[in-house]
């Protein structure tokens, strides 16, 4: 299984980002996605997060109401769309998939992309 993350950059404070996801060689199982964030200097944090069943999301305090996460079942991609970027939103952003798979428990990292919110 694998995971891939595109879509950083460099971008003004107050500017829009859309983080993409995408998963490849998961087997039929039941899966969370997640989005997570390192600054530097700083420990890895949940962003956001969303369930295969259900489709129930959790987002951490910080970005409630500028971010959110979305899936696209038909394209195996995962999204998260950041809005009105601050520059404490810069960080490495990864993807992440734990879950129950044909084979067991999984759970898979992708390797990040960097978003850098500034002036």
């Known amino acids: 299984a694998q995971l891939v993350e595109s879509g950083g950059g460099l971008v003004q404070p107050g500017g829009s980002l859309r983080l993409s996801c995408a998963a490849s060689r998961f087997t039929s199982g039941s899966y969370n996605w997640t989005w997570n964030r390192q600054a530097p200097g700083k420990e890895r944090e949940l962003v956001a997060s969303?369930?295969?069943?259900?489709?129930?999301?959790v987002y951490a305090n910080s970005i409630k109401g500028r971010f959110t996460i979305s899936r696209d079942n038909a394209k195996n991609t995962v999204y998260l769309q950041m809005n009105n970027l601050k520059p404490e939103d810069t960080a490495v952003y990864y993807c992440?998939?734990?879950?129950?798979?044909?084979?067991?428990?999984?759970?898979?990292w992708g390797r990040g992309t960097l978003v850098t919110v500034s002036s």
């Open positions: 969303i369930a295969d069943t259900g489709g129930t999301t």
């Open positions: 992440g998939a734990s879950g129950h798979g044909l084979y067991g428990y999984l759970e898979v």
